[in-house]
């Protein structure tokens, strides 16, 4: 069983950062790849960033390819998602993920925990 929790969303202007966190609880942490996916009001949920077991590779969405950066720590067991230049367009329930298997993956259907999400709201 793995657990995660999302904290760090909240109400920013745009062009302003936020850097949400995921603390997750679990064995097998140290093995799994993690995602962050989002998912706006009437919108399918869609990925944002992925990064590797051991942090080595990343991936990105297009629309935030140089704005956010993902990393984790699994020393701690934690994984972060560094988010700057913030567009109202970035406004959604973000959601921690963990991964399947170990190298990065963008598809929802990858991951099988799922943390219960954290608001982030852009105002223009």
């Known amino acids: 069983q793995v657990q995660l929790v999302e904290s760090g969303g909240g109400l920013v202007q745009a062009g302003g950062s936020l850097r949400l966190s995921c603390a997750v609880a679990g064995r097998t942490f140290g093995s799994r790849a993690m995602g962050w996916f989002r998912q706006a009001p009437g919108k399918e949920r869609e990925f944002v960033a992925t990064i590797n077991w051991n942090g080595a590779s990343t991936y990105y969405t297009d629309s935030v390819k140089g704005r956010f950066l993902i990393s984790r720590d699994n020393a701690k067991s934690a994984v972060y998602l560094q988010m700057n230049s913030l567009e109202p367009e970035d406004t959604a329930h973000y959601y921690c993920?963990?991964?399947?298997?170990?190298?990065?993956?963008?598809?929802?259907?990858?991951?099988?925990?799922w943390g219960q999400g954290t608001q982030v709201t852009v105002s223009s």
């Open positions: 993920a963990a991964g399947i298997n170990a190298g990065i993956q963008s598809s929802p259907a990858d991951y099988d925990y």
